[in-house]
């Protein structure tokens, strides 16, 4: 089990965008915490690497919400469809 690990941060740099943050890191401005298809790129190429390959934050979900399953129309079967495999082909990112 992975020891549970406190940090203060500090820094004049603070955005909800991860292309900025990521840009950032990439010029020697800060670290930041970065889902894996954000930086798989900047990873393989290494560019970026990982500070704490041990660490896994806490996992997402994405969740398609209708109202039934019952007359579920083509156009959102298809959708849903779409996004499930979607996701699935991106399972790689999730390292």
Sequence with gaps: ???????????????????????????????????????????????????LPDYRPVEFAINAIYPHRHHLSSKVRLFIDLLAERFADHRKWMV
Excluded at 10 to 18: L, P
Excluded at 36 to 49: I, K
């Design 1 to 51: 089990m992975t020891p549970i690990v406190s940090a203060r941060v500090a820094g004049n740099a603070v955005s909800n965008s991860a292309e900025l943050l990521r840009f950032l890191a990439l010029h020697g401005r800060g670290v930041f915490l970065a889902p894996s298809f954000v930086v798989v790129d900047e990873l393989a190429a290494g560019s970026l690497v990982r500070l």
